[in-house]
């Protein structure tokens, strides 16, 4: 018999396991973290660590209670339910580290049937114990005594705490390194008490670990403030690099459906509010009843994502409709209907998505233009693996060598003979061959490789100036891009004067070319850049005149040199009356602004005769010559500035 004392104290470590056990559920509830699967299997786990402890608690106190027959029947009762219970404790803890690893065990599937058998058999032999006697007994004088059966229930605790820890260390690289820390100090703390009750029998200190290793997992598993958006409720990036690179390690089969409001920005005008969350408010609940908590992701303001783990693409395509059908009727917020524009995307995972990286890539990039499906599936998801393929080639396009600048030559319109240059880059990969700056620029800029870009295609510019050759056959100038995210780099001026001057050629013959669209929506910032880089004595030029919607008194503040015409503007001259007058008072608005005037996209005879009639100081395009490569563009200007008379045409109609 034990002594009192030793009662009281096993009485105290199984009554403190009750609080312990209590308080995890007070939080989880209080929390809301009910939704996920591994929530409510942890409910479960905790439910059977409680009774456990609840039982204990009964036959402590009931110890000091035999020699009434009533008491030794209640005690005998609570001894078997607590078996009954203990055996759930480690298959159930398997089940829940297979969902926190993301590997899942599909309940009807064989390895749900053979990972059963010895739960079964254990709890089999607690049953037919009263009549068989092979798991315990009680002799006649009340003393319990431990049978061969008892060991059944050790075995297949190790068996499944053994599966447990080889999936938990399969997945060890999809967790997090508090998860991971965690883990180790509680597991460390159970078996420790294991242990501890293994070696001194007297001493119940089992379940209190257990309990303890309760809370361990509330901790690190079941509080996910470092996965969730707490302003939204949704879980964030985070928990998509983690839950995503869990399924995929574990073989998962999944779909993903990435909704993406591509005008989003309505509803910071709707609601005056420059709050990015507003807009996740705004479809919550909807999600919410449509999806569940437990499968929502969002990824930037304004992008979804949702996990669907059974039924395939068919299921991810009926909720894709499902969803859609929502976006096609307006959106209350704050006092405003707003109609929101969403497209869907649906990739299967490990086939189209085979890393977090890859969903990263989907829900990161935008929508490719000229695009009108709402649902985007398949083979419409192609242009995911073009742009990847591109972004590959620009980032190892500098290191390999595959950027080369051409130069499109500008002419005077009074005599026809050569003015400057146009620098353009190209991209010519050895793997996917060539690429069009209309493609990899904007990629470029999504990527942050936009300025190595812009340095390269200044260098060059620069080395092809200090040769001399420029100069000594007339070219005034070389007209360079830049980008509006170059422009707002700190110290941009200051980099680009030291580019320069490294160079030890004249200031003047760079013509920096800005955009009409980025002058109009960073003036502030581009008239201070403007100023500075002309104080230093750069040339400017407003690029692709007439293709934005300018703030004119803003635009033509600018300390702009000469305005680029937008070849649309000329060719829609060509075609209509109305074409015809926009370019006139175009060039007429121009001039009395005191700036000078090129026009681009020149193909024709014709129109370098409106051009003439309309007198423009320069002209650009394929009539006198296509961008070409640097060799070619210096034969081109030699044997320009020899010539007599007007230039032939470089290209026919058809090689246009």
Not at 536 to 565: E, H, P, R, W
Request: proline content about 3%; some cysteine.
């Amino acid at each position: 018999m034990k002594t009192l004392s030793m009662g009281y104290m096993n009485m105290g470590f199984h009554i403190f396991g009750v609080v312990l056990c209590l308080t995890c559920f007070f939080f989880t509830i209080v929390h809301k973290r009910t939704s996920k699967p591994h929530n409510k299997i942890f409910l479960v786990l905790l439910s059977a660590v409680t009774i456990n402890n609840l039982t204990s608690v009964v036959m402590d106190w009931l110890e000091f209670s035999f020699h009434d027959d009533r008491f030794f029947r209640i005690d005998v009762v609570m001894l078997y339910l607590y078996f009954i219970i203990h055996c759930l404790l480690s298959p159930v803890f398997l089940y829940y580290v297979s969902l926190i690893c993301g590997s899942g065990i599909k309940v009807r599937s064989k390895k749900f049937v053979l990972l059963s058998m010895p739960l079964l058999i254990t709890e089999a032999l607690i049953f037919i114990n009263p009549f068989r006697k092979i798991f315990f007994y009680f002799d006649n004088d009340r003393v319990f005594h431990r049978l061969w059966g008892e060991s059944s229930l050790y075995i297949s605790s190790i068996f499944y705490i053994v599966i447990a820890m080889v999936a938990l260390f399969h997945s060890w690289d999809a967790l997090t390194e508090r998860r991971k820390m965690a883990l180790i100090y509680f597991a460390g703390i159970l078996a420790i008490g294991i242990t501890i009750q293994f070696l001194h029998k007297d001493i119940k200190c089992e379940l209190l670990a257990e309990s303890l290793a309760m809370i361990g997992l509330m901790i690190s598993m079941e509080t996910e403030d470092d996965r969730i958006d707490l302003d939204n409720g949704f879980y964030n990036r985070r928990a998509v690099q983690s839950d995503i690179t869990s399924f995929l390690i574990n073989k998962r089969s999944f779909h993903t459906v990435c909704i993406k409001i591509i005008n989003a920005d309505i509803v910071q005008r709707a609601t005056g509010s420059e709050n990015t969350d507003i807009l996740s408010h705004t479809i919550s609940d909807f999600l919410y009843e449509a999806v569940g908590r437990s499968s929502i992701y969002v990824t930037n303001p304004g992008t979804f994502l949702i996990t669907v783990m059974q039924g395939g693409e068919q299921a991810a395509l009926s909720m894709a409709k499902t969803i859609n059908e929502r976006f096609e009727h307006p959106w209350q917020c704050g006092d405003a209907n707003v109609m929101l524009n969403a497209v869907m995307m649906i990739a299967s995972a490990p086939d189209r998505l085979t890393s977090a990286e890859d969903v990263f890539y989907m829900t990161d990039c935008p929508i490719p233009a000229g695009n009108y499906k709402k649902i985007m599936v398949g083979s419409d998801l192609d242009y995911l693996l073009r742009r990847a393929e591109v972004e590959k080639a620009v980032n190892r396009g500098l290191e390999a060598g595959s950027f080369e600048v051409y130069y499109q030559p500008t002419y005077r319109l009074s005599n026809q003979r050569l003015h400057g240059a146009e620098a353009l880059i190209r991209l010519h990969d050895t793997v996917i061959g060539e690429v069009m700056p209309d493609e990899f620029v904007p990629i470029a800029e999504h990527i942050g490789m936009i300025n190595e870009i812009d340095d390269f295609v200044l260098r060059n510019v620069c080395s092809f100036i200090r040769s001399g050759i420029p100069a000594a056959n007339g070219i005034e100038c070389i007209n360079v891009n830049l980008s509006v995210l170059q422009c707002l780099t700190p110290g941009f001026v200051e980099h680009i004067n030291e580019i320069v001057e490294d160079y030890e050629i004249p200031k003047s013959c760079i013509n920096f070319e800005i955009t009409e669209s980025v002058a109009a929506s960073d003036y502030s910032l581009l008239s201070t850049v403007v100023s500075e880089l002309k104080g230093a004595g750069f040339k400017f030029s407003m690029d692709d005149y007439g293709t934005g919607y300018s703030n004119m008194q803003s635009i033509f503040s600018l300390d702009f040199d000469i305005v680029k015409i937008d070849k649309s503007i000329l060719w829609n001259a060509e075609t209509s009356e109305m074409g015809k007058i926009i370019l006139e008072n175009s060039v007429r608005m121009i001039r009395q602004m005191n700036r000078q005037i090129l026009v681009e996209g020149v193909e024709t005879l014709d129109q370098i005769k409106l051009l003439t009639r309309l007198s423009v100081d320069y002209l650009q395009g394929y009539y006198f010559s296509r961008p070409i490569p640097r060799p070619e563009f210096v034969k081109l200007i030699e044997r320009e500035s020899s010539r007599e008379g007007l230039p032939t045409r470089a290209f026919s109609e058809e090689e246009k």
